[in-house]
């Protein structure tokens, strides 16, 4: 992996006065900055290049956020969710994966961050302490990668704390870095779970641009496990390739061999998904890669994604791996039918509350192992 190095930090003039905005300029002050009263003419710009995915990872925009922070995971109907809430931080990703969801996702291609970081930890404090009956699983990883830009941010030495004191939540950092180095002494309680995406070698090497090979991010879990942190896994996307039977199960062979299941909190599933306006965004970018062009059915979320039975078959195979070594470690799928988890794991937990119910109480356990 590559250190990080914007060509330029645009700086929203409302965000000039923040500590992360001063930190930032301190830590790349050989990097041009720029005040930027129109954030979104700035956007806009970006927008009209070529590439602006691409280019759009070049630059670091810094702004206040000025909605809400905590969010729920933006659900498709018809499917199962996994209640999740995403404390939104910031925008966009370094690494550079072919799948990248968030290519045609947001409207802003910049890679950005929410300078205002205390106003997200007051929201969120209000907001547990409102609903002391309920059990929040919070998560920054879903429109960034969360602790690609930890080394520069050290947001996670203020986030690992905060959550440590709180009764009724957990903190889901998720990754495809080995930027663990700021963990390492931090009080978490248990109340951090560290967590990689991970898929076979073969898409990681040609498919995850940037990303830390799949040994070393399973190093970084080993070495957060021996920092007390209960850590996850996330097959997501799993692409289906040559050999994929095989290629995933050494993935899988290779995280109990090196993860005792009693730290796993919970691994997920979920196949390869898009809505239609990626495809010529891959086309463009990526014109070696191949996985826009398996078959596809369009979803009931308007998503494409592979047949019924070709992810039924992906699922039952990768399941039948993790349970060859724990009959314990909590699976999930993400965004899938009834029916698919019946067909695939022989049971189901029916509906988003049933699915959400089995996660609090593994995210439960694995804090109180700690
Ligand atoms: S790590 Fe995640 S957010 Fe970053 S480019 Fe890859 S898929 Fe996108």
């Known amino acids: 992996m590559n250190p990080f190095r914007p060509k330029t930090i645009f700086v929203e003039s409302a965000a000039s006065r923040y500590a992360l905005t001063e930190s930032l300029l301190r830590n790349f002050k050989d990097v041009p900055h720029l005040e930027t009263p129109h954030p979104k003419e700035l956007i806009a710009c970006i927008r009209k290049k070529d590439d602006p995915v691409g280019a759009g990872?070049?630059?670091?925009?810094?702004?206040?956020?000025?909605?809400?922070?905590?969010?729920?995971?933006?659900?498709?109907?018809?499917?199962?969710?996994?209640?999740?809430?995403?404390?939104?931080?910031?925008?966009?990703?370094?690494?550079?994966?072919?799948?990248?969801?968030?290519?045609?996702?947001?409207?802003?291609?910049?890679?950005?961050?929410?300078?205002?970081?205390?106003?997200?930890l007051r929201e969120t404090k209000a907001t547990l302490e409102r609903s002391p009956q309920r059990f929040f699983r919070v998560g920054t990883g879903e429109f960034m990668d969360s602790l690609a830009l930890d080394p520069y941010t050290k947001l996670s030495t203020a986030l690992v704390p905060f959550f440590a004191k709180t009764k009724n939540s957990i903190l889901e950092l998720k990754t495809k870095t080995t930027n663990i180095q700021n963990l390492k002494d931090l009080k978490h309680n248990g109340?951090?779970?560290?967590?990689?995406?991970?898929?076979?070698?073969?898409?990681?090497?040609?498919?995850?641009?940037?990303?830390?090979?799949?040994?070393?991010?399973?190093?970084?879990?080993?070495?957060?496990?021996?920092?007390?942190?209960?850590?996850?896994?996330?097959?997501?996307?799993?692409?289906?390739?040559?050999?994929?039977?095989?290629?995933?199960?050494?993935?899988?062979?290779?995280?109990?061999?090196?993860?005792?299941?009693?730290?796993?909190?919970?691994?997920?599933?979920?196949?390869?998904?898009?809505?239609?306006?990626?495809?010529?965004?891959?086309?463009?970018?990526?014109?070696?890669?191949?996985?826009?062009?398996?078959?596809?059915?369009?979803?009931?979320?308007?998503?494409?994604?592979?047949?019924?039975?070709?992810?039924?078959?992906?699922?039952?195979?990768?399941?039948?791996?993790?349970?060859?070594?724990?009959?314990?470690?909590?699976?999930?799928?993400?965004?899938?039918?009834?029916?698919?988890w019946e067909k695939s794991f022989g049971w189901s937990p029916k509906n988003t509350r049933g699915l959400s119910r089995l996660l609090d109480q593994a995210a439960s356990r694995a804090v109180a192992s700690c």
Not at 257 to 273: L, V
């Open 191 to 340: 109340r951090t779970f560290v967590s990689w995406s991970l898929n076979s070698h073969a898409i990681q090497a040609g498919e995850e641009r940037g990303a830390a090979g799949i040994k070393a991010r399973i190093e970084a879990a080993r070495k957060c496990v021996g920092w007390g942190y209960p850590v996850g896994f996330h097959f997501d996307p799993i692409i289906l390739h040559k050999n994929y039977e095989l290629e995933y199960s050494r993935t899988i062979d290779r995280i109990f061999e090196r993860i005792p299941p009693s730290r796993i909190a919970w691994i997920s599933m979920g196949c390869f998904r898009f809505m239609p306006g990626l495809k010529p965004v891959i086309r463009n970018r990526f014109p070696e890669t191949k996985i826009p062009y398996g078959e596809f059915i369009r979803g009931l979320d308007g998503k494409m994604r592979y047949f019924k039975p070709l992810r039924i078959e992906a699922y039952k195979t990768l399941y039948g791996g993790i349970r060859k070594h724990s009959d314990r470690v909590t699976v999930y799928l993400c965004m899938e039918s009834d029916e698919v």
């Open 57 to 120: 990872k070049e630059h670091l925009l810094l702004l206040t956020h000025k909605g809400k922070f905590l969010k729920r995971c933006p659900a498709t109907k018809n499917y199962i969710c996994c209640g999740y809430r995403i404390l939104h931080l910031g925008l966009g990703c370094t690494l550079d994966c072919s799948y990248c969801i968030l290519q045609s996702y947001l409207n802003n291609p910049l890679l950005t961050l929410f300078v205002n970081f205390n106003d997200a």
